[in-house]
């Protein structure tokens, strides 16, 4: 059997607040090795632990949602079905015009958890375009 060259993916591991540049590889759509990322120019080395090793498990667990999803029937009764992210996007739209529309723009909170590198700046813009001056974060942003 002949051996392929391994393909490596830049990816930011999400495990943590740290966010340290990782590469994976991938084979049949499955995370089969994760390694920090010294050569990306991103910080790589914050995880004494590796958390990241858990990306394997994360990437394929069996209760992971990988695409929008609409609730049928009763809150709490668990029952939804699987829609496009066409859909998806125009129904968050929908919604979000409604509130400013009735509310006001300040009604709008950008929360975000932990931003790295251009999450915080993509949340003010955001924000900003809505009209909203509300963005929230934990750090000293």
Excluded at 26 to 35: K, L, R, Y
Excluded at 44 to 70: Q, T
Excluded at 114 to 124: D, L, N, V, Y
């Amino acid at each position: 059997m002949e051996s392929q060259e391994k393909k490596w993916q830049p990816i930011f591991c999400h495990i943590c607040p740290s966010h340290c540049a990782r590469k994976v590889v991938v084979q049949d759509g499955e995370i089969v090795e994760v390694e920090p990322d010294p050569d990306s120019g991103y910080p790589s080395a914050k995880c004494v632990y590796n958390k990241s090793a858990i990306l394997k498990e994360v990437h394929s667990h069996p209760d992971r949602i990988k695409y929008p999803r609409k609730r049928v029937g009763p809150k709490g009764g668990g029952k939804w079905e699987r829609i496009s992210w066409d859909e998806a996007l125009d129904t968050m739209a929908a919604k979000l015009l409604k509130v400013k529309a009735e509310y006001g723009p300040d009604s709008f909170a950008m929360i975000l958890g932990e931003p790295k590198e251009m999450e915080f700046a993509f949340g003010q813009r955001f924000a900003s375009a809505f009209g909203s001056a509300n963005v929230v974060t934990p750090g000293n942003y």
